[in-house]
């Protein structure tokens, strides 16, 4: 039987999250919606034949609904993540899990609180085929120990209301979560480099900064989180070991010979780099919330994300080199 | 609702078909299998929930099946296909459509006959990104015309069954297809070029060929179809025109450098290689059913690649340059 | 000390080999140089302090005169050559040796009247270090034995006076040579396939072309010459193994990304694209010179390339398959 | 006429410096030696017909000696490079200039004090053509104002003296001196980030490193230097832009596609990456020593260079963020 989805939140995200559900996976479909912009979401609503509801805690504890996707308001996910975990319902919260590590340590005790884990956040990397393979050949040895992450994390423009924080709590964060994932290790310090302006920038957004992180381990990380790029949408990820080198490739695409250059095309967006991970990630969240049994980032690891964010912003204000310093890891996420 | 499909054939590609339909797209299912095979297919219908059918026959007369996909052994293609004809059903048939010419035209005939298309055949790489790619730049003029196709069908090594013949009919077919199809032009020539014998190859198996098509328009065509490259599955197609070169990329993949060499993985077989292309083509096919206008290669190119095909062989085996010589196209494949 | 060489010919090739044997190479020095066109060759004597002789003849003769370099205008050559030959002169010989595979044999039998091999052509591929490493590459075994070798030979526009014969005879004869010699076979069988004309080409050339050869052993060459690519200069080649394929790499270029484009530039003549071949060329022939013994392509390359253009052009108007066939080759030259 | 050129330090550089200088470059010769390994120097003094000097002094006095090429023990450098400021002849002095800024800043006011330009230093990436076209881009303004450059420094294995401070001094030394070039700009600070330690690296070396500068105009400089990377020699450097991001590409090398891989070689050490760039380096400085005008790194680059260097082991050795504090630049120099 498919698995009945309600979703909180039909702007850009959800509606996205609405279609994948519907057209692209199978084994779920979405029954109930809900949005404070109340005349879109009905809209999708009879589009996708599924019920609106006034408040997304209604959608929540309606029985139709077996499993949510929150892709609201960021500073509404934590209440709503919360009323899942009341209602006993699994769900998929889009990141930040919460806006601040106390509310993820709330929730973190509501989840333990009802002994079971309901949690999975939208680190959609994870599922991402290029940064699988990067962390099987890690795990293969063939590289030996990782020493150096080399990164970039380029956007075209931002969009208009993007702040100086955000570049670090919005995108670098997802750079923050998949280096801890694929290094499996923990960060010991964080460091913010302020860079020459870019004059493209939006006056008062310090715009291109680099995030310096160092693990337990000792390894260096660098992600250079460029907000205006102007040229294209592209990440790239390279793991220095100790007897190679191993990067994720450019986006394959046509090459072209014409006037004097060889050139291929690079994306303008993250919607178009990330498509096949947001598939994968719904696909197999679903085949996890049917088993009952979830498999992907949980919310220590939203936590563990938001913590290192906050103390990233700090440590680039105070112009320091900052310890991240998180809760003692509970049995409960080993 | 979804579409009721009845599955001819569980071998390789037919199960393919079938986790295909039940797991990656949406809006079909699979509700009927036969196979000669008695025992595979029952297997399979058990684990599918379908129904198992001692003949194919019987599965396309069905009323609880609405659509068939044929994936049985290519002789047997033809009869099934002019069984759905009678059942007036949809029927997306594996390539060959069959396996002479003439079975082609009475496939045509019949098809012309109820008034209807409800042939589609199984040319999947019309559904490939980069093929798609290549077409709209061409369109779009920024080559000028073409004037040349440079193309490689490589594959590791071929099963034992392979034939000097198939090379052609199996493989090759799949260029012939495609070029007609990128270019929007009918063959007038082909010829076939042995080539030096790769000692790898299986004793009586012509192995590698080239073979070459020339256009009504004189757009030269070269298709290197190797069966024995031992390296991987490689598929080029280079298009020369008059003021620009495109082609198409060698598949995205990590790139590594390790012992003094800096390096990609290269796909082993086809089914890795076109894993969107099968996917896409059965998304849209089933859309296409529903919406009671197919949109995909149908009987008459089905024909084109048969002929094609069977002239090249010809070729061949004369040594000569052979005039590719169709019936009159119908209006009602126009 | 240095070698005294003499130039024939100061047109673009000329003078750049006058710059090349004063500025780029080691041990030898321009003492002599004689064009028709008289002023340019006097201009060019007073630049390069040499001295400026009436006739090539006077050149060759002359005593301050060890060895003469041809560069002059195509069917002086043979007269040249022949005059070294018997004043005992070692000469460099632009490419084509002679215009006619009558003359070449001439010279054939005078050089070896002389029982001395005094001619080197003018095939400066040999010395490029991508077709060397290719050549050692097919050699160490690791692709097997060669099996096609696909060619491209695109110039961006052709010369004002350039033919449809000149195609064959002045640009694809490098492709021509470079293959037997990378291939260490005879050629057996040649044709032309005519394309459809680009629309860009001037009034009356058959513009591009496609070379196909056949070697004694059953390699199948095919070579795009391709003089309107209006692109760029671009010279590819892929040879195709029993186990392997190994090919040209374009030449190295600034990766840019900009304009949602990665890019880099391709060469637009021949002049940047073979620099080093062309040093390497005339470096080790001096060497060679010095120690009387040439290790270059040789009297007989020369006439293999002549006769072999000359099949193919007469294949391309008949429109057949004709046979490469030549003199057996004198021990002299093995 | 030939510049006559004594060269002191007939080790592996020096050696080469004696080849490039007698059988690449033209219009110099080797006229004289000295090395304290006299045995050697003896061997290659009569190998290339030069004259044996006991000591440096005294071949850098010798009337036959012009100009002095100083490929000697670091440490000597200095005291040569002021006896040819005394002996009041050209020098190119192999980097570093000296082993202190105080021994710099002696050079440079002994050189100042003669009122004339003698000395050049051997940073031959100025020389590169790679380096040169990333200049010539960003001067063009394609990719708007510098912001940030990631570079990666890495070397198969080093050498059994290496230490960790010569990862700065002798290596990155290099990247320091480029860059400066490149950007047209002098740096503010410097840090150096220690990584977790390569367990193939030899006892007590600390490597890699991690090099952060930052310039008077806030661009953002990182530079892994890697002494074991294990794979190769490979230098990368990334220029990022306002509106576009360029870098150099890897070297050029046959493309293999064998056993499932595609491939190309990467270089094992430093001699084949820059073998253009020491010839041009060499030719040049020829050229300009002829033309009484030197046009190359000067003195005053070997100092910044030298104590940029010194501030980066001592930001190293500290953990903090240095100051690269300089002397004023003296007009003698701009």
Chains 1, 2, 3, 4 share one sequence.
């Not at 994390?153 to 924080?165: K, L, S, Y």
């Not at 790029?229 to 994720?248: A, N, P, T």
Request: with cysteine.
């Amino acid at each position: 039987m498919d698995l009945r989805i309600g979703v909180i939140g039909t702007g850009a995200i959800g509606e996205d999250h609405i279609r994948r559900i519907t057209h692209v996976i199978t084994g779920a479909k979405v029954v109930a919606l809900s949005d404070i912009n109340e005349e879109n979401a009905k809209r999708l609503a009879s589009v996708y034949q599924a019920v609106f509801y006034q408040t997304g805690q209604e959608l929540i504890w309606s029985r139709e609904v077996e499993a949510v996707v929150i892709a609201s308001w960021d500073p509404t996910h934590a209440e709503y993540v919360l009323e899942c975990i009341k209602a006993r319902k699994y769900v998929l919260c889009e990141k930040p899990l919460a806006t601040s590590a106390e509310e993820c340590l709330e929730i973190i005790d509501a989840e333990m609180g009802g002994g079971i884990k309901l949690i999975q956040v939208g680190f959609m990397r994870r599922y991402d085929k290029g940064y699988r393979k990067l962390k099987e050949i890690i795990g293969s040895g063939a590289i030996g120990e990782p020493l150096m992450v080399h990164c970039c994390h380029r956007n075209r423009i931002p969009g208009p209301q993007h702040t100086t924080d955000m570049t670090i709590k919005n995108s670098g964060i997802h750079e923050i979560d998949i280096l801890r994932w694929l290094l499996e290790e923990e960060y010991e310090t964080g460091q913010v480099l302020t860079v020459k302006q870019n004059r493209n920038a939006a006056v008062g957004l310090s715009d291109p900064q680099i995030m310096l992180l160092k693990t337990k381990n000792g390894v260096r990380i660098q992600v250079e989180v460029n907000m205006n790029s102007h040229y294209g949408y592209d990440i790239q990820c390279e793991v220095v070991g100790e007897k190679g080198v191993i990067r994720l490739p450019d986006p394959e695409n046509i090459i072209r010979k014409t006037e004097g250059m060889c050139s291929y095309e690079i994306y303008a967006d993250w919607s178009q780099r990330f498509v096949q991970a947001y598939d994968t990630e719904l696909e197999q969240w679903v085949e996890s919330v049917k088993k009952s049994r979830l498999t992907g980032p949980d919310a220590w690891d939203g936590y563990v994300a938001c913590i290192t964010a906050d103390t990233l912003i700090r440590a680039r204000k105070q112009e320091t080199v900052e310890p991240v310093i998180t809760e003692p890891q509970p049995d409960f996420y080993r």
